[in-house]
């Protein structure tokens, strides 16, 4: 979805970086997501932002770091990466409603050697 | 615990319907299910939702059994462009999205 974009696309660093995941939306959305999904796994939620003062921590956020610097952005840091950081990350954005159906960005792919 | 069960795979001829099955006995009466799909590594796109109605949009149609344990995602005439992972979702307003492995939709020639 062009709403919603990412970047890099895909990011190849060394262990012990740090590493900035970037997404911007288009989409006029009060909430974003940050997922990572792992080989023929399905996705889980890192962190989200239901509005611009609001971080959450998700799933598996050990070793991940958020910033919501705007109603429309939303990066991921991983602050020392380690090989087993190497996934796909997805940024998602909804609407708050009663369903909030989410869209995803294209992704990032990230590999940590 | 997973709240949907999906088959791991799933082949369909092009141009038939392809009929994928969701169960989720333990539903609660205000939870949703969704339908999301991922063609290869792209980011999840959304197909469809429902609560207790049949649904149907461009993409597909979601039918919800009456007791609401069960639902089927329907592509009509699938095309070889469908072949992608289907993931079953449900949850509540509030809750967060968890997809878990889905069904591999194969659409063959």
């Known amino acids: 979805d062009a709403d919603v974009t990412q970047t890099p696309r895909n990011r190849i660093t060394k262990t012990g970086k740090r590493i900035m995941l970037e997404c911007s939306q288009t989409k006029g959305h009060d909430r974003m997501y940050w997922y990572r999904q792992d080989p023929g796994l399905g996705l889980r939620l890192i962190y989200y932002?239901?509005?611009?003062?609001?971080?959450n921590k998700g799933e598996i956020s050990d070793g991940y770091s958020v910033s919501r610097q705007a109603q429309a952005k939303f990066s991921l840091s991983l602050e020392s990466a380690i090989p087993n950081q190497t996934a796909l990350y997805f940024c998602?954005?909804?609407?708050?409603?009663?369903?909030?159906?989410?869209?995803f960005g294209p992704g990032t792919r990230l590999t940590v050697l | 615990d997973a709240k949907t069960t999906q088959p791991t795979s799933m082949d369909c001829a092009e141009g038939r319907a392809a009929n994928l099955p969701c169960n989720h006995s333990t539903i609660s009466g205000n939870e949703y299910v969704y339908w999301y799909r991922q063609i290869h590594s792209q980011g999840p796109q959304y197909i469809i939702h429902?609560?207790?109605n049949n649904e149907t949009n461009e993409m597909a149609s979601l039918i919800i059994t009456e007791d609401r344990k069960s639902s089927t995602l329907i592509l009509p005439h699938a095309t070889l462009r469908d072949t992608a992972v289907y993931y079953c979702?449900?949850?509540?307003?509030?809750?967060?999205?968890?997809f878990g492995p889905g069904t591999r939709l194969s659409v063959l020639p």
């Open positions: 429902g609560l207790k």
């Open positions: 979702i449900v949850r509540t307003y509030g809750q967060n999205f968890v």
């Open positions: 998602a954005t909804s609407e708050a409603g009663v369903t909030d159906t989410q869209y």
């Open positions: 932002s239901f509005d611009v003062k609001d971080i």
